[in-house]
């Protein structure tokens, strides 16, 4: 498997603009993460998915930030309007389903995409 | 939610053990991860403790876990350059019926030749 893949890598843009961050997941796995992480705030969970279905989204800062998942291999983050303090790295997880037999140690370990860098200038 | 602590950075000479430490304070815990982010890249799953072990040994990395304590701390062994790299402690907790993780600040490892 190749892995959670996430695109851009990179990203510059102006303040105003949108952002659409992209990220594919390891096939198989029930759950989907976006991160941020920032020198001020290290890594924060902004949102995720079970089986498609936004679960928590507590973490996401403001009405600016939204997150889709239209099917299980993909899911996007979307900013409009981008700010300067949004610059961060962005990371996308996944995991496999849940916990339900303790025998299976570890099951729901987050498995992390190499992350999108987006700059807000 | 969850609090965890992890000082910032650490220095070594390669050849010497690295400890690498963190409290938390969700008692509840059952795993606990520590994952190691090179620089550029993602987070990249080093090793976890079940909550019901005090030890964990793989390889040259050893977890040792004091749940009165609150307290996990990996080693490592015979530190080498490579292993120069932020290292964060992630306990998980339950949010709903599934395991939230709570990052720390991560330690950065700096390894001296």
């Given amino acids: 498997d190749a892995g959670v893949i996430q695109s851009p890598r990179h990203e510059v843009t102006e303040m105003g603009q949108e952002v659409t961050l992209r990220c594919k997941p390891i096939s198989?796995?029930?759950?989907?993460?976006?991160?941020?992480?920032?020198?001020?705030?290290?890594?924060?969970?902004?949102i995720y998915f079970n089986n498609n279905v936004?679960?928590?989204?507590?973490?996401?800062p403001e009405d600016r930030f939204s997150a889709k998942m239209p099917n299980a291999s993909f899911s996007t983050l979307k900013i409009q309007p981008s700010e300067p303090r949004d610059s961060a790295v962005y990371?996308?997880?996944?995991?496999?389903?849940?916990?339900?037999?303790?025998?299976?140690?570890?099951?729901d370990t987050q498995y992390f995409g190499p992350g999108t860098r987006l700059t807000v200038l | 939610g969850e609090d965890v602590e992890q000082s910032l950075f650490l220095s070594v000479r390669e050849g010497d053990s690295s400890v690498i430490n963190c409290t938390y304070t969700d008692s509840s815990s059952t795993y606990l991860y520590w994952y190691k982010q090179e620089p550029g890249a993602g987070l990249q799953l080093l090793t976890y403790i079940f909550s019901n072990m005090d030890m964990k040994q793989d390889q040259r990395l050893t977890v040792l876990l004091n749940k009165k304590d609150k307290h996990l701390s990996l080693r490592i062994a015979d530190t080498q350059t490579g292993d120069s790299a932020i290292y964060f402690c992630a306990p998980v907790g339950r949010l709903y019926n599934f395991n939230k993780f709570y990052f720390g600040s991560g330690t950065k490892l700096n390894v001296k030749p």
Avoid: K, N, V
């Fill in chain 1, 28 to 46: 198989g796995h029930d759950y989907l993460f976006w991160y941020r992480q920032t020198m001020m705030r290290g890594l924060e969970l902004l």
């Fill in chain 1, 54 to 60: 936004p679960i928590d989204d507590s973490g996401m």
């Fill in chain 1, 91 to 107: 990371f996308c997880a996944s995991s496999p389903s849940a916990l339900r037999d303790r025998s299976r140690h570890g099951t």
